[in-house]
């Protein structure tokens, strides 16, 4: 797997995880980052994680065989539609969103263009930290990257990007973005949620006497509340509908801890159990 | 410190890493185990972390100058009770269980003896794992022990189990039972609580797709159904109190999405960080 001139939209945590990863296994010839100039910009020029830099997006990806969008998910639609046109013959969009509907949609809504195509994507990988100080060559190893095609993309799109994504150490399943993006909202974005909630509720002084539980289970709430705000909003009725789901497991436990009926809620805790051990 | 006999009841995760502990520290000169005979007890004599077991409580207790109740917290207070007539002069009792206000009412509720006194106690370390096979002679180490001293509880008595807990590697904290049991409502047992609920709710196909922040966000899921049920129930007012207050900020967060007020979620969401940052 090696393309010829790989452009990366946004180089922050994950763009300039996937700059190092490209790098540090020669997956592409030449490396272009797009982005406004700042401190990132500069350390991976610096660090030789990108031969060159330009905040034009039209020049940027106008000559490129494979395009990453690693923007803020808000910002993807957007940015699938300003950069459509430009693309050159043979080119392929992708992107590392959180949230694929939108993007996908988007993407559906493009003029159709011979040889050019857009494959949704989405990498399990990421970290409290942001930025491209917090970026890493091996933050993709082992871990899974879900890729969302949709009617439009073509077969050479989708194995395009599925081998980038091996070759970066990731393994790759193909979902609908509809599948994909009710399913992390109950294991990526209502944890989310679950854990700054834990936070709120758990101000003031008691929190001088948290553990390591509380650590492991707050960890995420040190995100970047602008991001998962973002996040939320880019997904909002399937975290709607996880936040819903949770609150109703919770008030049934309320309940049966006010009634007193201890073998039921043994028996509730015994299934929640059961799906943890289910976790490989 | 150093105390003639220490006399442990109940040889499971934690009365086992009591044991270790007192053995490699040699913070006593004999360890006695109280229990009912199973793998434990062997596994323990044989390795040489305790010098002598029996089934009888009475025998057990009443040569010792520390005893250490660690048995499940619903167990606790009719231990207290039973344990309290064989005690002899100078004897102290303390406990580990992670709810006090009832074992300290327990032992209040007891005819007052010379020279004899208890001081509830709750390490804060711990497993999702359970068993002596899971004891450890630094599970304390560099962790929080908090004590719940009564007006009962002489001086004499709260010095040496700080004096234990603190040769054992911890930090000692005391407060009053009241206080402990609220706070831990909300920085354990709600998060416990929380975990568990996480797991009903992620159920199904999407579990395929957790990923690192949904496995550290449910790993005490995997702790025993039934020491939790039995903490929850022994701690059920201020439980209820934490569910209902982690509730509220979900519903209100529920609210805010549905209606799109995404400044509002993003300011909450900073003040949730804010309280995860000054965690040490």
């Known amino acids: 797997m090696r393309v010829g001139r790989l452009t990366i939209v946004g180089l922050g945590l994950l763009g300039g995880s996937v700059a190092r990863a490209a790098r540090a296994r020669a997956l592409a010839r030449e490396i272009v980052a797009v982005g406004r100039s700042g401190p990132g ?58 949230v694929k509907t939108d993007v996908v949609a988007a993407a559906d809504g493009c003029g159709a263009r011979e040889g050019v195509a857009f494959v949704g994507g989405h990498p399990m990988a990421g970290s409290e930290r942001s930025g491209f100080g917090a970026s890493e060559a091996d933050l993709f190893e082992g871990r899974l990257t879900l890729l969302t095609p949709s009617a439009r993309s073509s077969d050479h799109a989708v194995e395009r990007v599925s081998a980038f994504w091996e070759a970066a150490g990731s393994q790759v399943r193909l979902l609908s973005a ?71 497991v919770l008030a049934r436990w309320e309940g049966l801890i006010r009634d007193g009926h201890w073998d039921r809620l043994e028996a509730d805790l015994a299934r929640a159990r059961a799906v943890r051990e289910k976790m490989p």
Do not use: K
């Open 41 to 98: 910009l500069g350390q991976a020029r610096a660090a030789g994680v990108i031969d060159a830099a330009t905040q034009d997006l039209a020049a940027g990806v106008q000559q490129a065989d494979l395009v990453v969008l690693c923007a803020p998910v808000g910002a993807l639609p957007g940015l699938v539609r300003a950069a459509w046109p430009h693309l050159g013959p043979g080119a392929v969009l992708t992107d590392v969103g959180s």
């Open 178 to 248: 509809e599948v994909h993006d009710r399913a992390v909202a109950v294991v990526s974005h209502l944890p989310h949620l679950a854990a700054y909630a834990l936070c709120r509720a758990a101000d003031g002084d008691a929190l001088e006497l948290a553990g390591r539980g509380f650590g492991d289970m707050t960890r995420i709430a040190a995100s970047a509340e602008g991001l998962w705000t973002d996040i939320v909003r880019s997904n909002r009725e399937p975290v709607l509908a996880a936040i819903a789901g949770y609150r109703e």
